[in-house]
């Protein structure tokens, strides 16, 4: 069992100590575990389904309605009336806490849609009828996985780049320069714009596309941290005896820059999901249909007389990013060489 240094111990002691970052964090990881079982909290399915004797799951599964008693070899709609009345006469149905889908688009209403919060719509329905905690749910897990997913990414070329320019300085890192004012004077939204026009959206394109203009968040501090480090009397004596400059800046220079890019991720994911729910905002994201808070927020702006449409995106996207300000806060205190002395 590998045992933790003195510092990296001190370290957590720190973070522990700064309660709000460390309860934002825990309640973070606790809403991103819930949203990755949404199906398990938010579907038009039922999770288990006892029928005659026999048990299946509908959310794992698709069963034509014949298999309860249906007449059609269709996929069983479980808020048909006629199947879910099949289903309470011979047998049980376990559903959700929330029983709509992202997409599920409620017909048997009594007011237009964008319908207000009711005792079925927690949160009311947008302008096409679906359920708005349904698709916060999925939204969230959604803005999450693509936040972390451009982070790593990002992450991982920034720190990359940074490394090459800073170790090898010179001219590598003059031509590294060159290119990174050039790239950063390029206008990013006009490209995003163009690129959206040309290319059919999706999560992994729209991905590809923000990290091509994310990755340079942590050039410059990944850059200067090699600038000091590559000329410290443990590196060059590695490279006396004969170490790859691959394995010197792995081993011996990479740990260093490390605490400046831990420090900085948090603020990163932020701005990541950020960028998503701008561009879905815009109408430049992901696919119609999908479920983010972006495209919640616009629904807000274009239905006024829905308050509840708008007030739920920015509730929750504020909650989601002021939790992640305050784990970054956390985690900047705790690498701090100050205050874990």
Known sequence: MTRLSPLTRRRLDSFRRNRRGYRSLWLFLAVFFLTLFAELVANDRPILVSYQGRLYAPVLKDYPETTFGGDFLTYADYRDPYIAGKIAENGWALWPPVRFSFDTIGYDVTRPHPAPPSAENWLGTDDQGRDVLARLIYGLRLSILFGLALTVASTVIGVAAGAVQGYFGGRVDLVGQRFLEVWGGLPHLLILIIVASMIAPGFWTLLGVLVLFSWTSLVGVVRAEFLRARNFDYVRAAKALGMGDARVMARHVL?????????????????????????????????????????????????????????TGFVVLAALLSLLVFVGEAVRDAFDPRKTT
Do not use: R, Y
């Open 255 to 311: 740990p260093n820059a490390m605490v400046a890019t831990l420090t900085f991720m948090p603020f990163i994911l932020n701005g990541s999901i950020v960028s998503l729910t701008a561009l879905d905002f815009l109408g430049l994201g992901l696919p119609p249909g999908s479920p983010s808070l972006g495209e919640l927020l616009s629904q807000g702006k274009a239905n006024l007389q829905a308050p509840w449409l708008g007030i």
